[in-house]
């Protein structure tokens, strides 16, 4: 079975190859499907297949910023991406990546590298999945309230932004397309808190500047999401320059990685249009506490069985995404059929 493992250069260690292609696959249906980015489960997982913990973060860095190059440009034609802002906030994230790599090169340097990322890695799924069931729980709950005829329908929701913009610390700038005017140093500390986490967990960052654009400087949702896939770009281009130049990154399985990204992305964006209701989360959410599972297992050194139920999660988490796309498909088909039988009679 040796033609199943590839030799990986750099690394220096030999890696079961569709095991990164599905890794790939997935995290561009996942990206594709949620609007989140997979790159979560990117590091923990090729650290599971066997990468050294700094390899992990360094390949998943560069394999993000591949990935996202085509969704920026995309966004960017619907005028989604504000580049003022997005250039500002640029100051905070690489100088907040510059230290998240420089926090990893330090606990490589001790031999601590990998127990601790793997543990603020289960922190932080740990929190996404309180997020996405808590978010499910209050839809749930919503839901219910609407039903009841002496429920008023009002919402309500954290949002720092408008107090935020009170602080009159200059130079105070204007950012256009968003129509937002605050102090320039609001979206520096906010990039610079997920460029640390981008550079720590060779994540994005997306997870918590996207909803950061949000609730605390006070972008409109469309231009967050477009602002914050220009700053995940930028910042994947950048943490694969500072990871290059350190010998942390392995080309060859990028390429690989992104190969499959590119089919599951298609995949992920089409089955949206599909997909109902608030349930798809609830999914999400279990591939979430799937993943943090077999960290913990990785840290113990149940390496098959993390393997096991990281590859069998996402595995699982795509097929159920697939199917949404093939029965919505399906049933357009039918109704189009339908109608054209329709018209002719």
Not at 193 to 207: E, H, K, Q, R
Request: aromatic share 12%; charged share 10%; net charge positive.
């Amino acid at each position: 079975m040796d033609w199943l493992y590839m030799h990986m250069p750099i690394a220096g260690v030999d890696i079961f190859w569709p095991g990164l292609v599905l890794i790939g696959y997935s995290v561009g249906v996942i990206g594709g499907f949620f609007g989140m980015g997979g790159a979560w489960m990117v590091t923990p997982g090729l650290n599971i297949l066997g990468f050294p913990m700094a390899f992990a973060i360094g390949t998943d860095i560069a394999h993000i910023a591949g990935k996202s190059m085509i969704s920026t440009m995309r966004h960017s034609k619907f005028g989604n991406v504000d580049y003022r802002l997005g250039f500002i906030m640029l100051i905070g994230t690489m100088a907040g990546i510059e230290l998240g790599a420089q926090i990893v090169m330090a606990l490589e340097r001790i031999g601590r590298i990998g127990p601790v990322v793997r543990w603020v890695y289960v922190v932080f799924l740990a929190l996404i999945a309180f997020m996405v069931f808590f978010d499910y729980y209050k839809a749930v709950k919503n839901r219910n309230k609407s039903d009841d005829p002496s429920h008023t329908g009002a919402t309500g929701g954290v949002n720092w932004a408008p107090a935020l913009h009170k602080i009159n610390l200059p130079p105070m700038m204007h950012f256009r397309v968003a129509n937002i005017t605050c102090s320039v140093w609001l979206p520096i500390a906010v990039s610079f808190v997920t460029g640390v986490l981008a550079g720590f967990l060779g994540i994005g960052g997306g997870l918590l500047r996207m909803p950061a654009l949000i609730y605390f400087i006070g972008a409109p949702t469309h231009v967050a999401v477009g602002t914050d896939l220009f700053e995940v770009m930028i910042s994947g281009l950048y943490g694969a320059f500072t990871y290059s130049l350190k010998g942390r990154i392995e080309l060859v399985a990028v390429f690989v990685m992104l190969c499959g990204a590119a089919i599951g992305a298609q995949i992920g964006t089409v089955a949206t249009k599909y997909a109902q209701g608030y349930g798809i989360r609830v999914v999400f959410g279990c591939a979430v506490l799937a993943c943090m599972i077999s960290i913990i297992l990785k840290q113990y050194g149940i390496t098959t069985a993390a393997t096991v139920i990281i590859l069998g999660a996402i595995t699982v988490i795509c097929i159920y995404i697939m199917v949404i796309m093939f029965r919505g498909a399906a049933n357009e088909l039918r109704e189009k059929k339908a109608a054209s039988n329709g018209a002719k009679a």
